[in-house]
């Protein structure tokens, strides 16, 4: 579904939000144009295939203002469910590591904000369930410890490493501060390397990073 097709299915008034692709039907599809049988039911397959994801993706793809990738991690980290961050107060939210108090009331707000709380509740309508997020004790062995990365790695993607790190609970920041366990250097590390040399913080390799893991 890329975006020639999303504009078609605006156009025709198919879809108004993101909650409205779950109501989507074959019936819909076919008489646009693009549309054969099997790119239709494709389409669908891969629409209901997404009625489950998981806590951190989703409140990443709903959009809040100031809150990225790692802060929706933190999020679905700290409360472990959808339910528990509507019903959090902003002093909750507040208390996250490395969220400020922009960051956080931005998400307090949003979640709330009336019209997003109808939007999520047509979500559920169409049958779309967010995992909670359960960390498995025994495997977290990074838990409580802040990573960065920096320069490029041999043995596996910068997607990958943070995926990693998150497996095993640990937590990823985009900036050096005296609050870093470890910066992973890999090749043409920069200025982030000079500011953990300068702070004290333990910089190690990618053989000793994937030691860790």
């Not at 790190?165 to 501060?177: A, C, K, Q, T, W």
């Amino acid at each position: 579904m890329g975006p020639k097709i999303i504009e078609q299915l605006l156009k025709e008034g198919l879809v108004k939000d993101f909650s409205d692709f779950y109501e989507l039907t074959l019936g819909d599809l076919l008489p646009l144009e693009r549309f054969a049988d099997k790119s239709a039911e494709n389409l669908i397959k891969a629409i209901l295939e997404k009625k489950s994801p998981d806590l951190a993706r989703f409140i990443y793809a709903l959009g809040i203002r100031h809150v990225g990738e790692e802060s929706a991690l933190a999020l679905a980290k700290h409360f472990g469910s959808l339910e528990k961050i509507i019903n959090a107060s902003l002093e909750e939210i507040n208390s996250i590591y490395d969220f400020g108090e922009v960051m956080a009331k931005s998400a307090y707000e949003w979640f709330h904000n009336k019209k997003n709380l109808e939007l999520l509740a047509r979500l559920t309508a169409a049958g779309v369930r967010v995992k909670s997020l359960k960390l498995e004790l025994a495997n977290a062995k990074l838990a409580g410890k802040t990573f960065v990365l920096t320069g490029g790695l041999n043995q596996l993607t910068r997607d990958q490493a943070k995926a990693k790190i998150r497996e095993l609970g640990g937590d990823i920041s985009s900036s050096v501060s005296k609050n870093t366990d470890y910066v992973v250097a890999g090749s043409e590390a920069g200025s982030k390397l000079k500011k953990a040399e300068k702070l004290g913080v333990k910089i190690i390799n990618e053989e000793e990073f994937l030691k860790m893991l």
